[in-house]
């Protein structure tokens, strides 16, 4: 991938960011994600659900990390310093797609606890 001066690569195989206030306003983005308040909205919408899960299913009063799996790419999202950092990352390395999933739907993952809980 093609670094462009202003734009951060975070992560290798990053084909797009997002770096959000904690209110889902967009304060950076690039690649993929360039723009993208939809996305934004989707995923704070993902963020404000997993404060409503019930304690005694994910004791964790907050996730620290959501993984979102699709075939040939996946989204990480974390929270550091009061800001929502989502990568957009490829799973192909020099045009050769790897799998780290035996399943091929589409998943959300909690990485917060241990048990790796599939949340939808």
């Known amino acids: 991938m093609l670094k462009m001066d202003r734009e ?7 084909i797009g960011y997002l ?7 967009v304060l950076e983005s690039g690649g993929d994600l360039k723009n993208d308040e939809r ?13 409503t899960i019930d304690e005694s299913f994910m004791p964790s009063s907050s996730c ?15 929270m550091s310093n009061r800001r929502i950092y989502i990568i957009k990352i490829s799973k ?10 035996s399943s091929s739907s589409n ?3 909690n990485d917060a606890s241990d048990s790796g809980a599939v949340l939808a």
């Open 8 to 14: 951060k690569l975070i992560v290798p195989n990053q």
């Open 19 to 25: 770096i959000l206030k904690e209110d889902g306003a």
């Open 39 to 51: 996305s934004a909205n989707v995923i704070m919408g993902l963020l404000n659900l997993t404060e």
């Open 64 to 78: 620290e990390r959501i993984t979102i799996d699709y075939e040939h790419h996946y989204y990480s999202i974390c």
């Open 92 to 101: 192909s390395q020099n045009g050769v797609t790897t799998t780290t999933s």
């Open 107 to 109: 998943s959300v993952y």
